[in-house]
DNA sequence: GCGGGCGTCCCGCACGGTGGGACGCTTCTC
DNA sequence: GAGAAGCGTCCCACCGTGCGGGACGCCCGC
């Protein structure tokens, strides 16, 4: 984060500065944030504001409309989402559970679209937001189809724990991963949150490699696992069809 | 387009050469479709890699994943979108049409949230995507309670035509916009798309001002007007107050 | 009334962006 | 199979512009 030289690099470091459910910005807040040099973090928040990056409010600046246009045409989740959410919608309507789509990225995962339930539980996932990969449903079932670099990546990263029962032994994890691919179902027993569980299904490429993954979850204590799991399964199947 | 000034803005005109369903672009296009120096497009392209803005897939660069999330954390767009999905929901439940959340830019309307319905007609419409604002019907639902500079910069800058019945009479939109005023409901019939006909009704935030405008929209032959505009005038409604 | 934090702006120095052009490569066409 | 046309990549001498410490006026809370 702290001070990177390029140009470009301090403009990333401002627009990143914005969390998830920041409005307005200042310019001594985006110097804190960004660790820069507050007159430098302010005139390149002025820059961005001329670019068309950012609006300003007042004296505050916030992330511009155009941030959310040019992101929604980002291929890796464009492709997918588009052709996912008719399956996704369906497999709401037959488990009336939330539905996940997610993609890999370093040793996290970022979700695409989720479809909520109503009555479901609050969810640690937000779409455009992140978790760690291993911690997930979703992460387990792209590592166990990813190629071994990957899968090593999320290993150096650090098994962080989220709950008493995420997966944090590196030889545990390897070995899940392997039944995993298996089963071409990964399990999430509240590993990610508390009273939440999850099943959740590869989307595979022409290739073979994981594009990202589809996901079931509801309350550990009203869903069962057994039966939302085939029909995940299955959607992700057709999915990954039709990709072809 | 062309040839602009500072370093920023030839980096935004290179992230703007993406167009909707690009997926990876060269050098040489990229030059072509910035109006920079091909040399040029390429080093920025490098740097916005290197920035991680965007993603080298072979010789040929694409849009990242990090412009999604971020994208994502656009207040303009999250915080309507947020508060508005459960009633878009129940909009579509209700009426069995496709909804529309979308806000005003400039002179057009850029989609926030769309939720399709099976055998709905193909729309012009795209998340994340932009049309004119007088020829839709969340764009004339949010002119209406807009102030009067604002309805002044859509007029000058051209209304265009979309369809053999859109408005294109500066005088006509304005005594639209007045029933509009009065009703609390937009219509458009077939004048975006031929064949399509919406009702529209804005939200506003806490001192009236219009922050975005809901939408029912279906087929000419399939839809009758007169029963989906109160659903959807009393879906924004409810959603205006929640935002208040 | 006072101090700390804020947004904003200035300005001389030096550093890094600029882009025409060259190079080697692949892909068609004749 | 020769040629042309397009491509991605790289170099380098020139010169424009980003840099950031510091100063200023302001608003707020103590």
New interface residues.
Partial sequence: MSSDD????R??AV??A???????LGAAELARRSGLPKSTAHRIAL??V????L?RQGSRV??????????????????LRDAA?PYMSDLREATRQTVHLA?L?GAEV?Y?EIL?SPGGPPMPS?????LPAHVTGVGKAILAFSPPEVVRTVMDAGLVRATGRSVTAPGLLARELETIRAEGVAYDREESGNGIVCAASPVLGPEGEALGALSVSGWSTGMRLAAVAPAVHTAALTLSRTLG
Avoid: C, H, W
């Fill in positions: 390029s140009f470009l690099r403009a990333v627009l990143t914005f969390r998830a459910d920041d409005d307005g820059d961005l001329e670019a068309g990056l609006e916030r992330l511009g409309l155009r941030l959310f246009e040019i992101g929604q045409r980002v291929p890796r989740q464009r492709v959410v993609v990225e970022v695409v909520g937000k779409v455009g937001g992140r």
